[in-house]
């Protein structure tokens, strides 16, 4: 096959999207995301390569569900998957758009309950120690009346819209440091007031949702289905042949880790206990705990890993389960896509003591080697505030000026467009 080098990929100024940048557009702005896509980006891929009528688009791992609401306001079927359960909360939340009146007046009678507010009364609250750990006690006890009301709500749909409403409000409420997405205590971190945080991030909300449904209903896109589940990438259930478009961006590898950056609402919603456990189902993640640095199916794979063994073993496992993990991804794309069907995966490369970890140019032998072609792969410059541009250069997870270990990466991923 022919050998293809990603170094000789001219950067693309037409997909940086300097000017017009639409992060805050219908509901993408409900609930910070780490890595999240650009939007604009998932609008040119849904233009270039859109589903067949009555056709479906899918992101295998779907985060906050940028996918499926552009998905959703292009007025095509999607769906998607993600192993957090925060994840696919906020996805669901944003993809449901709620009659602004109704909402309006239940969250008028949200916030008249604070006014019964007393925090000497008993609320039934989580237990879990981290909470103690995260919280002080005036705002553990709103947080915990702000739970209360949220499922006091009947409606499903505006019950998950006030939880995800909270959910984002929990690290600006905590002891967490806001710069950072690392679980890390800010000793002087000013108090914010939960009830106030919750007022003023509802009405943020209730306005992107108010333009978002009024758009659907004018295009009459109101019944497009869209369906998020909480699932596994490598096996994601989804029909065979039964998808015209994905648009998908894996996690990078031990940059992230997502169990960690939302234990918050992991701990108050009680989705997880076991935060060890929880983080070995995340692709990526530096706590997989396999052995084996074999990988078959890229020659580069192979050459990396044995360049990062010479410098940690264990770095060397977690990367080759990555990229073992990645290579069961490429498969379950190639088996759900319609012959003829377009997978396009956003993805960045890294480097780790010093190896340069090629991710992109990795998960497209692993694509090819699935029985996809190559249609096009483009190169763009990542703004910087979307993505940290610092690494610590021992472990290649994202880290701020302080470490002394940092070094700066160059911000830009690949976008690989493959058919079927
Ligand atoms: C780069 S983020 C995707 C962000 C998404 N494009 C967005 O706009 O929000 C990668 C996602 O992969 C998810 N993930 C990690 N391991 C997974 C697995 N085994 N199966 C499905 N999703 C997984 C993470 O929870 C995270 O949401």
């Known amino acids: 096959m022919r050998k293809r080098d990603f170094d000789k990929i001219k950067?693309?100024?037409?997909w940086a999207f300097n000017q017009d940048r639409s992060t805050n557009k219908w509901t993408h702005g409900y609930h910070r995301y780490p890595a999240k896509f650009l939007p604009n980006v998932v609008e040119k891929l849904i233009d270039l390569y859109p589903p067949e009528e009555g056709g479906m688009i899918a992101d295998l791992f779907a985060g906050c569900g940028t996918t499926l609401v552009e998905a959703k306001a292009h007025g095509y079927a999607s769906i998607g998957t993600d192993i957090n359960p925060v994840a696919t909360l906020i996805t669901r939340v944003k993809t449901t758009p709620i009659d602004p009146i109704k909402l309006e007046t239940e969250y008028n009678a949200f916030i008249a309950k604070f006014a019964n507010y007393d925090s000497k009364a008993f609320i039934d609250m989580p237990t879990h120690k981290?909470?103690?750990?995260?919280?002080?006690?005036?705002?553990?006890?709103?947080?915990?009346?702000?739970?209360?009301?949220?499922?006091?709500?009947?409606?499903?749909?505006?019950?998950?819209?006030?939880?995800?409403?909270?959910?984002?409000?929990l690290k600006n409420c905590s002891r967490w440091l806001q710069s950072s997405t690392k679980p890390q205590v800010d000793k002087i971190k000013p108090d914010v007031e939960p009830f106030g945080a919750f007022e003023q991030h509802c009405q943020q909300m209730m306005q992107s949702n108010k333009l978002f449904y009024e758009h659907l209903q004018t295009h009459n896109f109101f019944d497009v289905p869209c369906r998020i589940i909480e699932g596994d990438a490598r096996r994601t259930g989804i029909e065979d042949a039964s998808?015209?478009?994905?648009?998908?961006?894996?996690?990078?590898?031990?940059?992230?880790?997502?169990?960690?950056?939302?234990?918050?609402?992991?701990?108050?919603?009680e989705l997880?206990?076991?935060?060890?456990?929880?983080?070995?189902?995340?692709?990526?993640?530096?706590?997989s705990g396999k052995t084996s640095l074999e990988v078959s199916g890229s020659k580069l794979a192979t050459e990396i890993i044995k360049a990062l063994d010479e410098k940690s073993h264990l770095i060397a496992r977690n990367v080759a389960t990555y990229f073992n993990d990645l290579n069961?991804?490429?498969?379950?794309?190639?088996?759900?896509?319609?012959?003829?069907?377009?997978?396009?995966?956003?993805?960045?490369?890294?480097?780790?003591?010093?190896?340069?970890?090629?991710?992109?140019?990795?998960?497209?032998?692993f694509l090819r080697g699935a029985g996809l072609k190559e249609e096009k792969i483009i190169k763009r410059n990542i703004p910087y505030k979307l993505m940290p541009t610092l690494r610590d250069k021992n472990t290649g997870r994202f880290t701020t000026l302080d470490n002394k270990d940092c070094k700066k990466v160059y911000p830009n991923e690949y976008i690989i467009i493959m058919q079927k």
């Open 11 to 14: 950067v693309s100024p037409s």
């Open 130 to 169: 981290r909470i103690d750990y995260w919280f002080k006690p005036e705002q553990k006890y709103k947080v915990a009346f702000l739970y209360q009301c949220a499922n006091e709500e009947t409606d499903d749909k505006i019950r998950e819209f006030f939880l995800v409403a909270i959910s984002h409000i």
């Open 243 to 269: 998808i015209d478009t994905i648009i998908t961006s894996p996690p990078y590898v031990t940059s992230y880790e997502y169990a960690d950056i939302h234990q918050l609402t992991g701990y108050w919603m």
């Open 272 to 287: 997880f206990d076991d935060l060890a456990k929880f983080r070995q189902k995340f692709i990526g993640t530096s706590y």
């Open 328 to 365: 069961q991804v490429a498969e379950e794309m190639a088996r759900i896509l319609k012959d003829g069907g377009y997978a396009c995966v956003v993805i960045g490369n890294t480097t780790i003591k010093e190896v340069q970890i090629k991710s992109a140019q990795v998960f497209f032998d």
